[in-house]
């Protein structure tokens, strides 16, 4: 049996008692209600106060029944609510113990600043792609959707920067803000910025106006969800055969055919080598569609001439298994765009 089930089960008892003690003083003693209410608290309570009316024998014999089962019973009762209380508060002491061990244990990892629709959304995503991050939520609602999750997260104001540091933010490969004000998004770029030269730090603005301010503050990218919600809409309407493909392409559900970007490692074979050379296409039937080189160029449909270089990053479209192939090959794991 449940603790509260037990707990429920006891306080029933108690009223049962509570009722029965009022109703025999008042019909074996012909006490008023409120009277025998007295007497039966102070009974059940053992404080030993005076009784407000002079017991018969058979009054005595019902005090004492009453004392017997109602003493250790209200007792017990009392006990088991501080069990609960303290059982309670231990666990939520150890469990959010657990979480902040776990969280210290964190390297390359991303921060998300917010749970609001934008930010559950993100992590939801994050997390389908086994991206190892962080929450940081101060809203009590939403911070009671997370305790119901297996995300990490803390409890605080991410534009603190003892928040942040409990994020781990120094061992951070990157940051996401995502809060309702451009001004808190702002203050939180500019902390994360100073406690992490190296981190990148996408951030969400709702006025253009505060674009410039973002990316000046330490910002790499700034998001305008609903410019992006806006041209979403737009090629939906005029090109309608162009977003299927995309959704086709990126969408996880769709497993027979995904688009990844693969990061070419120092030691990798392809290194040097043109792309018809590397015959990609034919050994694995994928496409390399562009290929971001380190200066940050971007090489849309590449020439089959084009040499792959140290750093590049290839944007390929294929098969899953096809996809892992070429990532072995490559010599590095499949970075991470946020």
Do not use: W
Not at 233 to 239: F, P, S, T
């Amino acid at each position: 049996m449940s603790q509260i089930r037990k707990l429920l089960l006891l306080l029933t008892f108690i009223f049962t008692l509570f009722t029965v003690g009022t109703v025999g003083y008042v019909v074996l003693e012909g006490a008023s209600f409120l009277d025998g209410l007295y007497m039966t608290v102070i009974t059940l309570a053992s404080v030993g106060y005076r009784e407000v009316v002079p017991l018969s024998t058979q009054g005595k014999i019902f005090t004492i029944c009453l004392i017997t089962l109602g003493v250790g019973t209200v007792s017990f009762t009392i006990f088991t609510i501080g069990g609960i209380v303290v059982e309670g508060r231990v666990r939520m002491i150890l469990g959010r113990r657990h979480l902040e061990r776990q969280i210290k244990a964190l390297s390359n990892h991303y921060i998300v600043c917010g749970f609001g629709r934008m930010g559950r959304v993100l992590v939801q995503q994050l997390a389908r792609e086994d991206v190892a991050l962080v929450v940081i939520e101060n809203r009590e609602d939403k911070l009671q959707m997370l305790a119901a999750t297996d995300y990490l997260y803390v409890a605080g104001d991410a534009t603190t920067e003892d928040a942040l540091e409990a994020a781990n933010i120094r061992k951070a490969k990157g940051l996401i803000t995502t809060v309702a004000s451009d001004a808190d998004n702002l203050f939180i770029t500019l902390s994360a910025r100073g406690m992490n030269p190296e981190l990148f730090i996408m951030a969400r603005a709702f006025d253009e106006r505060s674009e410039g301010k973002l990316l000046l503050a330490g910002a790499n990218r700034v998001v305008d969800p609903y410019r992006i919600g806006g041209m979403r809409l737009a090629h939906a309407i005029l090109r309608p055969a162009v977003v299927e493909f995309v959704e086709l392409a990126t969408h996880r559900a769709h497993l027979e055919l995904e688009m990844e970007e693969l990061l070419v490692g120092a030691g990798s074979p392809l290194v040097g080598v043109a792309l018809k050379e590397s015959q990609v296409r034919t050994r694995f039937g994928l496409m390399i569609i562009a290929i971001k080189r380190t200066d940050g160029s971007m090489l849309f449909n590449p020439p089959s001439e084009t040499v792959i270089k140290s750093g590049d990053v290839l944007i390929t479209i294929g098969k899953t298994e096809d996809l892992k192939k070429l990532e072995s090959l490559v010599g590095a794991s499949p970075t991470t765009s946020v």
